[in-house]
């Protein structure tokens, strides 16, 4: 059993930066691959960044690339997603999500999900 919190959403006006922190439990956290999903309202819930469990292999969906990083920090079983130039599209809650078996295709099977947290992009 893994525990995902994220942690750093709220109200950013647009054109605005944020970044968001996913902080797991356990003893194995190197080993798994970390992605970010978002559910927009009227939306479902799609997969909008990934990193492998080394932090070599990176995936972005297409409406988010050159504007959102992802990144880890092992050390500290941490996951980031840097938002840059945030747009009111954006506005959505923001899942953190573990992988035991994604290793830099599209298909990203979640074994462990957070919370969620909320992101709201004002004008």
């Known amino acids: 059993q893994v525990q995902l919190v994220e942690s750093g959403g709220g109200l950013v006006q647009a054109g605005g930066s944020l970044r968001l922190s996913c902080a797991a439990s356990?003893?194995?956290?190197?080993?798994?691959?970390m992605g970010w999903f978002r559910q927009a309202p009227g939306k479902e819930r799609v997969l909008i960044a990934a990193?492998?469990?080394?932090?070599?292999?990176?995936y972005y969906a297409d409406s988010l690339k050159g504007r959102f990083t992802i990144s880890r920090d092992n050390a500290q079983n941490t996951v980031y997603l840097q938002m840059n130039s945030l747009k009111l599209e954006d506005t959505a809650v923001y899942y953190c999500?573990?992988?035991?078996?994604?290793?830099?295709?599209?298909?990203?099977?979640?074994?462990?999900w957070g919370k969620g947290t909320l992101v709201t992009v004002s004008s």
């Open positions: 999500a573990a992988s035991t078996t994604w290793s830099g295709s599209t298909s990203y099977r979640v074994d462990y």
């Open positions: 990193i492998s469990s080394s932090g070599g292999s990176t």
């Open positions: 356990g003893r194995t956290f190197s080993t798994y691959a």
